[in-house]
């Protein structure tokens, strides 16, 4: 009788951005007592083709990818999903039994199962959305809510050049605001996101003004600490859905975990908080 091999999986990082994902890995392998591993890998940009051709030798499964490397591993991969080559990325590698590297990206699924489990009742189709942002984050979010069937999308960014390239690439369902007018684009919009930085730890707030919010509205923050953040607290105030950074990155990882290991994890309190407080370090 022989053992059969224990999975490892990881993530790609570079070095001076390192990833807290590991810890809610940690916790679903234990929780399920799965014998496997997840171990975050320090790659440099030039050795990057090198570590993904041996590291199935070394017995992986799969990896994931930080935002440095997301790109670049697409012209390392065998097959590429359409929804990674729609986002120009991939979060996910699976590496196959025949041989094949699997490139996908599960962060725009990620981002529309936390705004389904957080409420319920959104219809996407409702109303205009906003997004604050243009940067790849909000370039997932849009194509995510243009799947889905949201009408229109306007966003505003600190450097309109770069919105304008996302509505030249998406199509007329985008509308560009400038950024000093960025409040505007919230009057009457049923679903807003922040796809920016803004008012994460360390960073400068969120300043556009929020007096604009419906009750009704659904709104998502993709900062992931702090948990609440002003955007957040704005919503609740104004009795608006909150949707917090948090459950994105829970959903995203979820598939993935399914897929090395063999077993859906559960998405439930335990594992929002082990990531919450990783994240907040």
């Known amino acids: 009788m022989t053992n059969s091999p224990i999975p490892l999986a ?15 890995y940690d916790h679903w ?9 997840y171990v975050p890998l320090t790659v440099k940009p030039e050795s990057l083709g090198e570590v993904i051709q041996v590291l199935p030798k070394a017995g992986f499964v799969g990896l994931n990818v930080s935002p440095p490397f997301q790109k670049m591993v697409l012209d390392h991969a065998d097959i590429i999903t359409d929804r990674a080559a729609l986002m120009s990325g991939a979060n996910t590698i699976i590496f196959r039994r025949d041989g094949k590297i699997h490139a996908d990206n599960t962060d725009g699924y990620g ?29 997932e979010v849009v194509a995510a809510l243009l799947e889905v069937g949201v009408e229109q999308i306007r966003i ?21 605001t400038d950024w000093m007018k960025a409040g505007n684009i919230l009057e009457g919009a049923t679903t807003i996101v922040n796809a920016t930085p803004l ?14 919010l419906q009750a009704g509205a659904v709104v998502s ?10 955007l957040l ?7 608006c859905y909150p949707v917090d950074g948090v459950g994105m990155i829970l959903y995203q990882a979820a598939p993935a975990f399914e897929r090395w290991y063999g077993s ?14 990783a994240f907040a370090r």
Do not use: C, H, M, Y
């Open 10 to 24: 990881g993530i790609l990082q570079s070095p001076d951005q390192p990833s807290p994902i590991t810890a809610l």
């Open 156 to 176: 505003a960014n600190r450097t309109r050049p770069r919105a304008e390239a996302l509505r030249s690439e998406f199509g007329g369902r985008l509308s560009v």
């Open 233 to 239: 607290r704005a919503a609740i105030d104004a009795g």
């Open 111 to 139: 981002f529309i199962e936390n705004i389904r489990q957080s409420a319920p009742g959104w219809n996407p189709k409702s109303g205009p959305a906003a997004i604050i942002g243009a940067g790849r984050a909000a370039r």
């Open 264 to 277: 859906r994890p559960e998405v439930d309190a335990q594992a929002r908080e082990v990531t919450s407080a």
């Open 199 to 212: 008012g994460s730890l360390g960073k400068p707030e969120l300043r556009v003004p929020l007096d604009a």
């Open 29 to 37: 392998l234990t929780v399920k007592a799965i014998p496997g591993r």
């Open 221 to 230: 923050d993709l900062v992931v600490a702090p948990a609440e953040t002003r």
